[in-house]
């Protein structure tokens, strides 16, 4: 991942005399001083941090709002985002900037992937995007959303869990360059047939993405101790890391770092939590690693095996002297405390006008005391809960809880247990029936 010498070497050997960087370069001082030596332009656009010691990185222009001295007033692009700004300069430059609009789809689709905050300019960006999808030209993202069964209105969600995904699942296999086929074909049938592979290597990632969290949380049995997690494993795929560090991160809550270890290098990524600026952390013990870089939520880097151990224990130090015992303990914010008689499909209409949801706006988290369960949980693919709920008047509810076997804990949930649900609010539209649908967040039984 990210601007390398073996690569610049190949494009300069190809003829190529200018590299243009999305979402990586800002920290890439080699091989950017390589470039320089042998006469190949960069243009780096990046939305990570900077080095605050080293500064930009040689290249012939940074885009980078995140930059020292950048006077761009929003700091949260995505790296799609600033790729985008260029794309946008180059456009009005060229007397062409009516095409603006129509690149706005496929900047939503990233932003969301990267679980960037959906305010200011992001959040107009994604909007508009949504706004714009269903409208898609482009054979192969309609191809896209057709195996994603995307096919009308699109949210946020849509998005996040099955476009993305897709699109994610190519680079995470080995395979990223069929999306850039995918987006380039003029042939419907290609368009197609390059989504359902898409689709094939998303079911192969989500088989590997388990085997490996569940290697990792193996791992971590030893050292749940601790304020930072660092486990690391050989040959363990790189591109489903990240995925593995996000699960322990959500469920131990304490920032984390898997490493995938071959011939005696290991790269790792890392996810944090509230409270804790990763990068910060990273930057305690650079002289530990071979590269890195990233942000406050999310981090990567390269780091030779004898160091691992060192690692561990330097960044659990500086967890602990940052984190508090009250910053380990997992908080749901709740926006309202609503009773039963008040939910139903209009609610769920009305709540839609503050859409797009996502980091940064989340969904409208309610709170409903005494809530009953009218029958046994039906578990769905060994792992998720439907409940059927009632409130003292009879009132029934829908409930699904996502994960809901894993997270119920040693809770028991058996018919007639009054309950505390934690939730936001969906439509479920089955057979052509539209029905109010809880999603569970968390609950408190006995309450």
């Known amino acids: 991942y990210g601007i390398n010498i073996l690569e610049l070497k190949k494009a300069k050997e190809r003829g190529c005399s200018l590299?243009?960087?999305v979402d990586c370069g800002i920290r890439s001082f080699e091989p950017l001083n390589w470039a320089k030596e042998n006469g190949l332009d960069v243009i780096v656009t990046d939305h990570?941090?900077?080095d605050e010691s080293n500064g930009n990185p040689p290249a012939l222009a940074v885009v980078n709002p995140n930059q020292p001295?950048?006077?761009y007033p929003d700091k949260n692009l995505a790296g799609v985002g600033v790729a985008f700004k260029l794309v946008h300069a180059l456009l009005r430059e060229k007397g062409k900037e009516n095409l603006v609009k129509g690149f706005l789809k496929v900047v939503a689709i990233g932003t969301i992937a990267d679980v960037m905050k959906l305010t200011g300019e992001n959040r107009a960006?994604?909007?508009l995007g949504l706004k714009d999808l269903p409208k898609a030209v482009n054979y192969g993202l309609k191809a896209l959303m057709e195996v994603a069964d995307c096919t009308g209105e699109m949210s946020s969600y849509d998005i996040g869990f099955r476009i993305a995904p897709r699109i994610n699942a190519a680079g995470r296999m080995d395979a990223a360059r069929h999306v850039v086929e995918l987006l380039e074909t003029t042939d419907f049938d290609e368009a197609r047939s390059i989504a359902e592979m898409l689709n094939s290597r998303n079911r192969e990632r989500q088989k590997i993405q388990q085997e490996i969290t569940a290697l990792a949380f193996?791992?971590?049995?030893?050292?749940?101790?601790k304020n930072f997690i660092v486990v690391a494993g050989e040959g363990w795929h790189r591109g489903v890391i990240g995925l593995a560090a996000s699960k322990i991160a959500e469920k131990l809550?304490?920032?984390t770092i898997v490493l995938s270890l071959e011939n005696g290098i290991a790269h790792g990524s890392a996810r944090s939590i509230a409270g804790y600026h990763l990068l910060n952390g990273l930057d305690s013990c650079s002289e530990l690693f071979e590269q890195y870089g990233g942000h406050a939520a999310a981090a990567g880097m390269k780091i030779r095996r004898e160091n691992i151990e060192q690692l561990q224990k330097k960044m659990n130090d500086h967890a602990t002297a940052n984190l508090s015992a009250d910053d380990l303990i997992p908080e749901l914010k709740i926006d309202a405390v609503i009773s039963s008689n008040t939910l139903n499909l209009d609610l769920v209409q009305e709540l839609k006008r503050f859409e797009p949801f996502g980091m940064g706006n989340s969904k409208p988290?309610?709170?409903t005391k005494d809530l009953f369960l009218t029958g046994e949980p039906y578990v769905m693919k060994e792992k998720h809960l439907k409940l059927k709920l009632a409130d003292k008047d009879g009132k029934q509810f829908e409930a699904v809880w996502w994960d809901g076997v894993d997270k119920s804990g040693e809770q028991t949930l058996k018919p007639k247990t009054r309950i505390e649900l934690a939730y936001t609010t969906d439509a479920n539209t089955w057979n052509g029936n539209t029905r109010l649908q809880l999603v569970v967040e968390d609950l408190k039984t006995g309450n």
């Open 19 to 21: 590299v243009v960087s």
């Open 48 to 50: 990570h941090l900077p």
């Open 69 to 71: 001295d950048c006077e």
């Open 125 to 127: 960006i994604v909007s």
């Open 218 to 225: 193996l791992e971590t049995k030893e050292i749940t101790s």
């Open 253 to 255: 809550y304490r920032p």
């Open 365 to 367: 988290r309610f709170l």
